[in-house]
Nanobody, 124 residues
Framework: QVQMVESGGGLVQAGGSLRLSCAASRRTFSNYAMGWFRQAPGKEREFVAAVNWSGSSTLYADSVKGRFTISRDNGKNTGYLQMNSLKPEDTAVYYC?????????????????WGQGTQVTVSS
């Protein structure tokens, strides 16, 4: 099994940047697709970004295209989400997830392993 821990969340002013990290407990994470999802208070969890195992293919939600960048360092068993030009509507708990079989999907049900989440709050 793969266990993951998110970090890097916090409070930031609108227009600012944060980089989230997702540290995986096993080397097998390097072979998995990885996704980022977020959930705002009172709302459903939504897809943010995904990347395949090698980092050669990425997918983004329309709401974050041009502002967020997903990446990974398989040598460190770690995934990243660089968030620039943050907006108040980006405020949410952000979760990283791993899919042992896919190429990076926006569907939550494709992901087998999830972190506990890290809070991102963007003030206006």
């Amino acid at each position: 099994q793969v266990q993951m821990v998110e970090s890097g969340g916090g409070l930031v002013q609108a227009g600012g940047s944060l980089r989230l990290s997702c540290a995986a407990s096993r080397r097998t994470f390097s072979n998995y697709a990885m996704g980022w999802f977020r959930q705002a208070p009172g709302k459903e969890r939504e897809f943010v970004a995904a990347v395949n195992w090698s980092g050669s293919s990425t997918l983004y939600a329309d709401s974050v295209k041009g502002r967020f960048t997903i990446s990974r360092d398989n040598g460190k068993n770690t995934g990243y989400l660089q968030m620039n030009s943050l907006k108040p509507e980006d405020t949410a708990v952000y979760y990283c997830a791993a899919d042992p079989y896919g190429a990076g999907s926006p569907r939550e049900l494709e992901y087998n392993y999830w972190g506990q989440g890290t809070q991102v709050t963007v003030s206006s």
